[in-house]
């Protein structure tokens, strides 16, 4: 079994920041794609960044310059700086982990951006 836990998220002002972490733990082998996402209420989820295997990155065009992923392999960790941030940003923010083509989600932590 693979787990999936966020922390971080919280409220801030508009311009603040924040860094989300996402710890994958269990049955791990290998290094594996991580990426976060986010959905507001009423919307639908959308990728906001994503981390390869091999560090490759990319991003939603709307947080491009804004925030930035990271990983640390060795705990099987990843992260999401989030500077600038507006009070459209505000939704709850999703780890995904794919662990051998199958994909294990967090529960989420919220973050609430006021202006």
């Known amino acids: 079994q693979v787990q999936v836990v966020e922390s971080g998220g919280g409220s801030v002002q508009a311009g603040g920041s924040l860094r989300l972490s996402c710890v994958a733990s269990g049955s791990i082998f290998g290094i594996n794609p991580m990426a976060w996402y986010r959905q507001a209420p009423g919307k639908q989820r959308e990728l906001v960044a994503g981390?390869?295997?091999?560090?490759?990155?990319n991003y939603a065009d709307f947080v491009k310059g804004r925030f930035t992923i990271s990983r640390d392999n060795a705990k099987n960790t990843v992260y999401l700086q989030m500077n600038s941030l507006k009070p459209e940003d505000t939704a709850f923010y999703y780890c995904?982990?794919?662990?051998?083509?199958?994909?294990?989600w967090g529960k989420g932590t919220l973050v609430t951006v006021s202006s």
């Open positions: 995904n982990v794919e662990v051998r083509s199958r994909y294990y």
């Open positions: 981390i390869a295997s091999g560090g490759r990155t």
